[in-house]
């Protein structure tokens, strides 16, 4: 077990009509952005942003209601609307191409902005991305149930209502292959996390609005689906898969390794839901293999 860095700082930043908390782990190299999954905040990449820290600058994102970041003003948590925070951030802290990473949620969200905003990407690394798949498992059938109206907030509440560190239990044993690879210290960062997002009223309207945003998608064909625009990304792409991933199935890698015109596929064993964070080494040392192949830029 490896021991704990602090969570990398940050700073509210301005993307016009909204805010986003944004963490920085200053390094050498290019700039890159993370974005995290449902339910999860920047710092979900803390170990990884130092494991990589001297081959790219990096930035973590809180996407809009989530983490430190406010409640967008127009109550919009579709996927639309976290990919154009995403796209107002990398232009407004890069301008250029970023390296740009997401897990889960933020997997689908950095697939629509390299697949439509190619100019902004230089690499993708997506880790267990939320794209479009119908088949039933454990974990996405718990998230497709918080988007049912009245189901979905009645799941919540009686969630809400259990001890933190229930929550935290239940969570990691969703998300990890062996939940017991988290530190002492993380454990008691999440149970304090969750504490002090009780407190915000628009904690649960972040995870539900999400969650439905996920599922629209997830029922979209044609031009405007995700898996067209997993199609359009140029950018050389890693996709990361858990061999032991309870909400994305690892069988997906199949079918992301035909569709991305670019990439390069691992599925890793005795991982789950969230490797950046269960195996932060391994998945640097992927990326890190993706970096050395990359041509060398002219400009």
């Not at 064993?269 to 050395?292: C, N, S, W, Y």
């Amino acid at each position: 077990m490896r021991t704990p860095i602090p969570h990398w700082p940050g700073d509210l930043v301005s993307l016009g009509d909204t805010q986003v908390y944004v963490r920085e782990a200053p390094g050498d190299g290019e700039p890159a952005l993370y974005v995290h999954g449902l339910a999860g905040a920047a710092t979900n990449w803390t170990d990884l942003m130092g494991d990589l820290s001297d081959v790219v600058d990096g930035a973590a994102i809180d996407l809009p209601g989530f983490g430190y970041s406010p409640p967008p003003p127009d109550g919009d948590y579709t996927l639309r609307a976290h990919a154009r925070a995403v796209v107002r951030l990398i232009e407004a802290r890069a301008g250029g191409p970023v390296h740009l990473f997401g897990n889960s949620l933020g997997g689908a969200v950095a697939t629509r902005v390299a697949g439509r905003r190619p100019d902004l990407v230089r690499t993708l690394t997506l880790v267990s991305p939320a794209l479009p798949d119908l088949r039933p498992r454990s974990g996405s059938s718990r998230i497709l149930a918080a988007t049912v109206p009245g189901l979905g907030p009645w799941a919540m509440r009686r969630l809400a209502a259990l001890p933190p560190e229930r929550r935290v239990q239940a969570s990691l044993d969703m998300t990890f292959a062996d939940p017991t690879r988290v530190a002492p210290e993380r454990l008691m960062e999440l149970v304090a996390e969750i504490r002090r997002r009780d407190a915000l009223d628009h904690a649960m309207d972040a995870v539900v609005g999400s969650a439905r945003g996920v599922i629209t998608e997830f029922l979209l064909r044609g031009p405007g689906s995700l898996w067209r625009d997993a199609a359009r990304v140029a950018a050389p792409t890693l996709l990361l898969y858990g061999r032991d991933d309870r909400i994305v199935d690892p069988r997906m890698a199949a079918r992301a390794g035909r569709v991305f015109r670019n990439a390069r596929v691992v599925t890793l064993p005795d991982v789950g839901h969230v490797a950046q964070m269960e195996k932060p080494e391994i998945v640097a040392r992927e990326f890190r293999t993706l970096l050395a192949d990359l041509p060398a830029r002219t400009s």
